[in-house]
T-cell receptor, first 114, second 115 residues
Framework: AQTVTQSQPEMSVQEAETVTLSCTYD???????LFWYKQPPSRQMILVIR??????QNATENRFSVNFQKAAKSFSLKISDSQLGDAAMYFC???????????FGQGTRLTINP | NAGVMQNPRHLVRRRGQEARLRCSPM?????VYWYRQLPEEGLKFMVY????????ESGMPKERFSAEFPKEGPSILRIQQVVRGDSAAYFC?????????????FGPGTRLTVT
């Protein structure tokens, strides 16, 4: 069974600083996709960034980037120049090629200090 | 292009009543997924449907829960004889095609409270 683990229930960072959220996963599959979702207080799930396992290059979306370590089964999210609007729950998620369901981690609550 | 619509946004039911949650996927999307989020937890997959077919219901409780996605109209998640443990946020997502390469777009969720 696939599992996703986020070991940091809460993180905080000063505005404009950089923060890294951790995620590890477990699977025996070789072809899969990894995601980071943001859930602000509105509870709307918003896709932040996606990584295909077959790509060695780390995905980047503006201030958001990932460090994908396939051998270690690690998928961390780095947020640069943190902004107040980044405050939210962040969920790491995973799906294997050919499957449809997303498997989510427990989430990390990110607080931005002004 | 309207996003995934869910209604109601909030639903209060007494123990033993039925709850019906509706989800209209994005235009052009024929794949629908339901997830449940208990307080302070991540989302848990419940069921995946295509038009008129249940494809994967491996996350659905065996009793009291059912889902459908008819040819016309929204997808419905139905919970019969609700209990307090059913209190949660229920999210619907849709995608254009199946598979991890296609993004699942989420609705705003329905928060069910069982009193």
């Amino acid at each position: 069974a696939q599992t996703v683990t986020q070991s940091q229930p809460e993180m905080s960072v000063q505005e404009a600083e950089t923060v890294t959220l951790s995620c590890t996963y477990d699977t025996s599959e070789s072809d899969y996709y990894l995601f980071w979702y943001k859930q602000p207080p509105s509870r709307q799930m918003i896709l932040v960034i996606r990584q295909e396992a077959y790509k060695q290059q780390n995905a980047t979306e503006n201030r958001f980037s990932v460090n994908f370590q396939k051998a270690a089964k690690s998928f961390s999210l780095k947020i640069s120049d943190s902004q107040l609007g980044d405050a939210a729950m962040y969920f790491c998620a995973f799906t294997i090629q050919g499957a449809q369901k997303l498997v989510f981690g427990q989430g990390t609550r990110l607080t931005i200090n002004p | 292009n309207a996003g995934v619509m869910q209604n109601p946004r909030h639903l209060v039911r007494r123990r033993g009543q039925e709850a019906r949650l509706r989800c209209s996927p994005m235009k052009g999307h024929s794949h629908v997924y339901w997830y449940r989020q208990l307080p302070e937890e991540g989302l848990k997959f419940m069921v995946y449907l295509q038009k008129e077919n249940i494809i994967d219901e491996s996350g659905m409780p065996k009793e009291r829960f059912s889902a459908e996605f008819p040819k016309e109209g929204p997808s419905i998640l139905r919970i019969q004889q609700v209990v307090r443990g059913d209190s949660a946020a229920y999210f619907c997502a849709s995608s254009k095609e199946a598979g991890g390469s296609y993004e699942q777009y989420f609705g705003p969720g329905t928060r069910l409270t069982v009193t």
